[in-house]
T-cell receptor, first 109, second 107 residues
Framework: SQTIHQWPATLVQPVGSPLSLECTVEGTSNPNLYWYRQAAGRGLQLLFYSVGIGQISSEVPQNLSASRPQDRQFILSSKKLLLSDSGFYLC????????FGPGTRLTVL | DAKTTQPNSMESNEEEPVHLPCNHSTISGTDYIHWYRQLPSQGPEYVIHGLTSNVNNRMASLAIAEDRKSSTLILHRATLRDAAVYYCSTSYGKLTFGQGTILTVHP
């Protein structure tokens, strides 16, 4: 069966600090991978998606970047966090439907 | 991606059916209709999806209007564990969720 992992589960970071969130998928090969953000009280916003190693598409201009160094690894990064980067970050992979990870709650202070 | 419109909230009593509506009047002919639900501090969970015909699975039923401009998620017997935010989306792959419907289930 397929499993998707995200870490850390929660993170509190100061403004201006770097960020690295990691997502790994088990039990599937060459999945489409996605990073979403969910701000408090708002819907889900797609940030990045990837159809293969090294292939990243950005949906929204922002202070974040993504990388896919391995087939089942997807990383979300920032060089300098902003207050507006706070939110619930979700990684997902898809076959016919999308399967979401447990999420990372990021608070930027 | 077609925009979806859902009521902000709905309430139900346990063991009663719940009909959650979604309007997607700008859906394209090839877009599927997807439903997900989300519990607090968890990732969204797939519920059901369909294209034109009504669909049933172990979690719910999906009724799709003939013109595909709206759909209804049907929970046949609501339980307390069904209390969640329900999202519909008509995009594929790159999901976009609006505010969703907060479903409250009363014992």
């Amino acid at each position: 069966s397929q499993t998707i992992h995200q870490w850390p589960a929660t993170l509190v970071q100061p403004v201006g600090s770097p960020l690295s969130l990691e997502c790994t998928v088990e039990g599937t090969s060459n999945p489409n991978l996605y990073w979403y953000r969910q701000a408090a009280g708002r819907g889900l916003q797609l940030l990045f998606y990837s159809v293969g190693i090294g292939q990243i598409s950005s949906e929204v201009p922002q202070n974040l970047s993504a990388s896919r160094p391995q087939d089942r690894q997807f990383i979300l990064s920032s060089k300098k966090l902003l207050l507006s980067d706070s939110g619930f970050y979700l990684c997902a992979w898809s076959s016919d439907e999308q399967f979401f990870g447990p999420g990372t709650r990021l608070t930027v202070l | 991606d077609a925009k979806t419109t859902q009521p902000n909230s709905m309430e139900s009593n346990e063991e009663e059916p719940v009909h959650l509506p979604c309007n997607h009047s700008t859906i394209s002919g090839t877009d599927y209709i997807h439903w997900y639900r989300q519990l607090p501090s968890q990732g969204p969970e797939y519920v059901i999806h369909g294209l034109t015909s009504n669909v049933n699975n172990r979690m719910a039923s999906l009724a799709i209007a003939e013109d595909r401009k709206s759909s209804t998620l049907i929970l046949h017997r609501a339980t307390l564990r069904d209390a969640a935010v329900y999202y519909c989306s008509t995009s594929y792959g790159k999901l976009t969720f609006g505010q969703g419907t907060i479903l409250t289930v009363h014992p």
